[in-house]
């Protein structure tokens, strides 16, 4: 199955009904507590179980579950605050070893905001309000695993929550059932930095070295194929440089992937690669050459494919729900 999602807006739906929620900066799974085993699966359906050891154990508190199906985020708190580039470090993890790593340096909490089944009884259409009273009578809480309250008041939240430095605001309907893999009006995703994922066509060596990550050549997947959005830079000096170079020298380099001419000062030096790999990066918005201003580095987002960003369309400036 694959979560619900929120259509981006300008504004917080006014009215009572609607509840207002954090929109945490985090990685959106599903997990499945079922007869004393926990599965972790990604939007893309992807088992990342081994990624997260935190909620597999007893003390997270979803051992104790005999059926339960939870829609969440994964966060990792950083002075009060979720911690994107933290998260990512996380999100490919396949050795269990390096995974009890983590989980001791950057431990991870389920933010669990609903509810899809319980006791093998699935509640998809039942309205959210019915939804969350079940989901806050489950009895969940713990350091890993916590229910985020909801709030009447939206406009108060957007303020708070941009005071905070936070993400921004989910606001949903209280009426709206369940519906898997859709983005849909009945949530609606209001934000205060602009994000998003794209795709990396090609990349470049810091100037006078072959030794580190200079830019990232990047892109919008579209049926058309990949349009431009500009060189990124910044954010990729040090280790998350260091880190991604290796795997870009590992994708095979089929020729320029982008549809449409890039300037000549983009294309000197570049190497390119086969658009495989999906990257989130904050930005101030696109010029009117359709490419990112100011944009920065924030990770690679390994719970993404390609045919995931065509088939749900998530260059909306939030590329989580």
Request: aromatic content about 6%; overall charge neutral; glycine content about 10%.
């Amino acid at each position: 199955m694959r979560p619900m999602l929120a259509t981006p807006s300008n504004r917080v739906p006014p009215g009572d009904g609607w509840c207002h929620e954090v929109k945490w900066d985090g990685m959106r799974v599903l997990v499945d507590a079922h007869g004393g085993a926990v599965r972790v699966s990604s939007r893309t359906e992807r088992d990342v179980t081994i990624a997260f050891p935190e909620l597999t154990r007893e003390a997270a508190g979803l051992t104790a579950y005999d059926d339960l199906l939870l829609d969440g985020e994964l966060v990792v708190m950083r002075e009060g605050k979720p911690s994107f580039k933290a998260l990512a470090e996380r999100f490919n993890v396949t050795n269990a070893r390096v995974a009890d790593q983590l989980a001791a340096s950057a431990p991870i909490t389920l933010m669990a905001f609903d509810v899809l089944r319980v006791l093998d009884t699935p509640v998809l259409s039942r309205p959210l309000r019915e939804r969350r009273r079940l989901l806050e009578g489950a009895g969940l809480g713990s350091a890993w695993v916590q229910v985020p309250p909801v709030f009447e008041d939206g406009e108060t939240l957007l303020a708070a929550t941009t005071e905070q430095g936070i993400e921004g605001v989910v606001s949903k309907r209280w009426t709206s059932p369940y519906v898997p893999g859709r983005r849909s009006e009945d949530w609606r995703k209001i934000v205060h930095r602009r994000t998003g994922s794209y795709v990396v066509g090609g990349w470049r060596h810091e100037t006078g070295s072959r030794d580190r990550l200079g830019a990232l050549l990047i892109g919008t997947a579209t049926p058309a194929g990949l349009l431009f959005r500009g060189r990124i830079g910044s954010g990729l000096a040090g280790r998350a440089g260091a880190a991604l170079l290796p795997v870009l020298r590992g994708l095979p380099d089929e020729g320029d992937p982008f549809v449409d001419e890039l300037p000549r000062e983009d294309r000197l030096g570049a190497t390119w690669v086969r658009p495989t790999l999906v990257v989130d990066i904050e930005h101030h918005g696109h010029a009117d050459t359709g490419r990112l201003r100011q944009p920065s580095w924030r990770g690679v987002r390994h719970d993404l494919t390609v045919e995931e960003l065509l088939r749900t369309d998530t260059e909306d400036e939030a590329g989580h729900a």
